[in-house]
């Protein structure tokens, strides 16, 4: 195996992944989003079809399950919806992909006004939501976030700052007006593509581009409110040939960002993630996580029957992060960690994944940058029951390939097979006679964790 080899197996993975066509086992009612259509219309042919996200949502609790709702390919559709309980929302007609933008408009369009600050220009939003980026024609430039509370000047070309207080937006153009120097501008607005519940869907050939807080978002605990309490299951939820770019960057809470392509957010069952490219994510490409109180204590949060296989995931803060804690409530405030818990991983498979260039994305801007890793599971105990990582390509990062952090080696998942590229001089490592991974972390404690068939393909 050589760099060679990896970069030409990720040429053709994304290429298959572009190419894939959407497998449809419709069993109910078939409704149709086309461009040309109108959110007044009844949906049910593609000559009657709606026109925006808008109308899936105003229309959501109409859908049953085994219907399905079908994006017109060729189009962009500006906005997002909720999921409704055993649909699938997929694709119809000739051509690429349907695209759905979280950007509001083309902001290259709109009247940018010329400050008095040399090369600043402002921009009257019509609401006070956080903007998590700023792509410039679709990827060839993108700006650099300053928030109030800690960095409110703007200094060089592509700064850009939002106050919330008089909904405008700043941004430093070093070479004219924004709207002349650009032709397109995706102001990346702080709010989640997809999301709703997750059980019995299948989400199958959807581009996701150009929002700010997840592209796909769902899980067992409420999220709108995490503190809520109350557990639920999330099973069979199927996402395969999509794309995900631009995803991320907005706030979170106070002046930590987040924003993830796909992210379930508690446990799930049945779960499948396959073939799917993502790129340009401001924090994971994928994750699986849960850290707080086990409300429902008849139904500890657990990941089962989970495969993840077939992915492309590029410059993205972490490819595959992971990790789920238990909590109890400490008096107003709930900091105590259970262990033993129920919490953990069961019988999940992350197989035959191509990820590369952790950390090399847009979101090298994060403050934090003794963090990106392809694969991240932070200081949890993660209990484990026949999680493997196998067949893998973990392909460059700038800081740390892999971070398996682990309070036991119950907690391990298993390594096979994995094709390891890096710098010199990061931490893989040869001990013992035997190939091994370790992190920091892992030295510390005098663990390794071992892969006899692992290839190694130092740059």
Known sequence: MTLANIEKKSRELRTLIRDAKPVLDIKGTTYYVSAIGCDQNDGKTPETAWQTP?????????????DAVLFRCGDIFRGRFEMARGVTYSSFGEGDKPELWGADENAAELEWKKEEQENVYSLQMPHSIDIGNIVFNHGEEWGIKHLMEIDPELEMDL??????????????SEFGNPSERWDDIELCVNKTMIRGNGNDVTIDGLVLKYGAAHGIGCGSINYDDP????????????????????????????TTRFG???????????LVFENNYINQVY???VTQQYSGVNWNK????????????NNL??????????????FQINGPTRHARVEPTEFGFEDVLFENNICRMAGYGWGDQRPDQCSPCHLKSWGHTNNSKNFVMKNNIFDRCDFRLIEINATNDDCVPTLDGNVYCQYQGKDIVNTNGKKSI????TIERNQTLTEENATFVWN
């Open 54 to 66: 808008n109308a899936v949502n105003d229309n959501r609790t109409k859908l049953q399950p085994g």
């Open 159 to 172: 700064d850009y700052i939002l106050d919330k207080d008089t909904h405008i937006l700043y941004l430093y």
């Open 227 to 254: 503190e809520k309490p109350a557990n639920s299951e999330l099973k069979n939820f199927t996402v395969r040939n999509c794309e995900f770019e631009w995803i991320g960057g907005g706030i979170q809470f106070r």
């Open 260 to 270: 993830n392509a796909f992210e379930i957010w508690g446990g799930c069952d049945n």
């Open 283 to 285: 924090d994971a490409g």
């Open 298 to 309: 008849d139904l500890p949060v657990k990941v089962t029957n989970t495969v993840m296989r």
């Open 313 to 326: 995931i590029e410059n993205c803060t972490y490819s595959y992060e992971y990790f789920l804690t238990e």
């Open 438 to 441: 370790m992190s920091r972390e």
